[in-house]
């Protein structure tokens, strides 16, 4: 089976976040008020070929963990959204 | 000298040539080696140089450190061998985990491009063992990704250790500690944001680069001569 997997990948608390805070300054001029902790990170969505959810989950943390994310500054959350229709799981 | 430099060459690494120049410039000899290849024997420094290995996808050096010359790199910088890291190739040895930290996008968003002067740290490195502690050197940056980032015990660590090899003297991306190089802990692997090899010469304005390439030559040499080929 194919299954939907969503990886979202942050930066650890704590360490500085250029991006986010360059879009939190501009929110004011936008006539947005009130909003803070605005944090970018990346979100990756991949396909994974498994017989059941929980090894494609498995694999997809693997896959984080080697490459999708550096645990010297990131971390990230694997989700697995479910499986993939069988009719456009080749596009 | 009988030094042979690998300086090795990434799909989108574009700082090969300036690298080869510069040490060919202090009677090196260098050459370049694709990131293909497996093996770095018969060589005596290796220099992962500057540009957007693999694209910077990802992250910079993310991919790149897959790249099968990786393996041999680990391999020579294990047996003690000198492998300096220029820009995004510092970046490489982050992500390969050969040093430690990380480089995050600049503090303020800018990509910089500026001459800044550096100040040495430590001269237990093969950059650095022709400098003197407090030296400063004035080198270029061309960066948008040079912050650099550790915890606070690694940065402990590196204060402890020795490690840390130069410091910006007016910090121009956010890195903690004003910190522009970093070696390991045996010292034989430095990775610097600044680019030595772009001063090399009076025409481009500054030659204190030479001052560092020619200290890697003269490790390289010596180890060229105690190492039976």
């Not at chain 1, 250029?18 to 990170?41: N, W």
């Amino acid at each position: 089976m194919r299954f939907e997997v969503l990886v979202e990948v942050r930066l650890r608390p704590g360490i500085a976040d250029p991006q986010g805070a360059t879009v939190e300054r501009a929110l004011p001029a936008l006539g947005f008020a009130g909003i803070d902790h605005v944090r970018v990170g990346k979100a990756i969505r991949l396909q994974v070929e498994a017989p059941d959810k929980a090894a494609a989950a498995t694999t997809a943390q693997a896959v984080t963990e080697r490459l999708l994310a550096n645990p010297v500054i990131e971390e990230a959350d694997v989700q697995v959204l479910g499986p993939v229709p069988a009719e456009v799981a080749v596009p | 000298m009988t030094a042979r430099v690998a300086v090795v060459v990434f799909p989108g690494t574009n700082c090969e040539h300036d690298v080869v120049g510069a040490l060919a410039g202090l009677g090196g000899d260098a050459e370049l080696v694709w990131h293909g290849q497996r093996s770095l024997a018969g060589y005596d420094a290796v220099v992962l140089p500057g540009g957007f290995a693999h694209g910077d996808y990802l992250r910079p050096g993310a991919i790149a450190r897959f790249s099968p010359v990786m393996e041999a790199v680990a391999r020579f910088a294990a047996a003690g061998g000198p492998v300096v890291g220029i820009c995004n190739g510092f970046q490489v040895l982050t992500e390969a985990g050969l040093l430690p930290g990380a480089l995050q996008k600049n503090a303020g968003l800018r990509f910089v491009c500026t001459t800044t002067g550096i100040e040495v740290c430590t001269t237990r490195t093969p950059l650095t063992a022709h400098s003197a502690v407090g030296d400063v050197l004035r080198l270029p940056i061309n960066h948008f990704e040079g912050n650099y980032t550790c915890d606070g015990a690694t940065l402990a660590r590196l204060r402890a250790e020795d490690r840390i090899v130069f410091r910006y003297t007016d910090n121009p991306n956010g890195s903690v500690d004003d910190i522009a190089g970093v070696c390991n802990e045996q010292g034989n692997v430095v990775g610097l944001m600044p680019h030595p090899e772009r001063a090399c010469d009076p025409l481009l304005g500054s030659t204190d680069g030479a001052v560092l390439l020619g200290s890697l030559l003269g490790v390289a040499d010596t180890r060229s001569r105690a190492v039976p080929a």
